[in-house]
Every structure is written in structure tokens, then in C-alpha cells.
């Protein structure tokens, strides 16, 4: 599992700013949808407020969800786009772990987007290895 500060392949440049992209779009969605009970929440002086209901509670991982795979993505942009490394396969397997397992969960899901993205990673970790 070395990283080498070798080139980056394009898929490796592209996964970053999808996974931005996406948690972006996650977040804004998810506050659109659900700002009742953000405004709700905050009126109650948020501490202790998602327990109040199962929707508040699933607001609150839909949103911490959204802040998660915003900082997987910086962490990742930063990694491959200013550090110049090549990301791990594992976190490519990973990645895929959590697509198949959301899937099977819930059907009629996002997860789907995460697929592409770890095939990306573990197909950019063995070129940048063939290449080492």
C-alpha cells in the first residue's frame, strides 16, 4: 500500500471533486427538504433536540452524512491534487464496501454514485503500481 508521489492518474483527479460535488448536493438537499425541522431544532435551542423524533434524528445523520463525505473529499482532493500521491486501492475497496452495503439496505438510494467512483480508485492504485 506505498504511495508514490509519481503522476496522478485522471480518474484519481476526477473522484476528489465527484465526492465534493455530491456531499454539496447531499447537504443542500438534505437542509431544503428538512428545514422545518432545522428552524424547529434551533428554536428548541439545539441540544438534545434530534431525539425528539425519528425524523429529526434521520435530518441529523443526513446532514452528518453530507459533512463526512465533504471532508473524505478535501482529504482526498488534497491528497491527490496537492501532495501529488496516489490513493491506496483499499480505500477504493473500501469505498465500494459501503456502495454495496447501502444498497442492500436501501434499494432506492445514492449509494450508486460510490460505485463508479471506487472502481476508479482501485483501477488507478494497480496502474499507478504496474507503472512503479
Known amino acids: 500500500m506505498s504511495s508514490s508521489k509519481a503522476s496522478i492518474t485522471l480518474s484519481q483527479k476526477i473522484v476528489a471533486p465527484v465526492i ?11 437542509f431544503s427538504i428538512n428545514h422545518h425541522l432545522a428552524v424547529a431544532m434551533w428554536q428548541e435551542g439545539l441540544v438534545n433536540t434530534a431525539p425528539v423524533s425519528a ?5 441529523l445523520w443526513f446532514e452528518l452524512a453530507g459533512m463526512l463525505m465533504l471532508f473524505i473529499g478535501l482529504f482526498l482532493y ?10 491506496p486501492a483499499v480505500f477504493g475497496w473500501f469505498l465500494l464496501i459501503i456502495a454495496a452495503t447501502g444498497c442492500l439496505f436501501e ?8 460505485f463508479p467512483l471506487g472502481i476508479m480508485m482501485v483501477l488507478g ?3 499507478q503500481k ?3
Open 20 to 30: 465534493i460535488f455530491t456531499s454539496i448536493v447531499h447537504l443542500i438537499y438534505g
Open 130 to 132: 504496474r507503472q512503479a
Open 107 to 114: 434499494m432506492e438510494t445514492g449509494f450508486y454514485l460510490f
Open 55 to 59: 425524523e429529526r434524528l434521520l435530518f
Open 78 to 87: 488534497h491528497f491527490t491534487n496537492r501532495q501529488r500521491q496516489t490513493v
Open 125 to 127: 492504485a494497480r496502474q
